[in-house]
């Protein structure tokens, strides 16, 4: 899906993005976009508070909403699967910042 895409700038959706558990307690969401791999990266602290703690988009994939591909991504798992998001990552903590609809999701 991902891979074959062609270099024509199109947004990247949620859809497209998919959660690698590492082990237990650590994991990503990625994608890989015109052959490049973006993801975020998180520990799991308990059954219901995953920390996301870094994001990385390749220079290449800039402007294209990976980032918020991502975030949206672990928003949905965490409305699915009821666990709450602790965002230490600049990146994605900016990005609850400007989605009021997803503070619920934070943890305290």
Do not use: N
């Not at 602290?45 to 996301?52: D, H, K, M, T, Y």
Request: hydrophobic share 35%.
């Amino acid at each position: 899906m991902s891979e074959g895409r062609s270099e024509s700038g199109e947004k990247v959706s949620s859809a497209e993005v998919r959660r690698e558990d590492l082990s237990s307690s650590r994991g990503r969401w990625m994608v890989t976009v015109d052959g490049h791999e973006a993801e975020m990266t998180y520990s799991r602290a308990s059954a219901v508070l995953v920390i996301i703690d870094h994001t990385e988009v390749p220079d290449a994939l800039r402007g294209r909403g990976v980032g918020q591909a991502l975030v949206t991504r672990a928003v949905e798992d965490a409305r699915r699967e009821g666990f709450r998001i602790l965002p230490l990552c600049p990146f994605a903590k900016a990005q609850f910042e400007r989605h009021p609809e997803w503070r619920d999701l934070l943890s305290a």
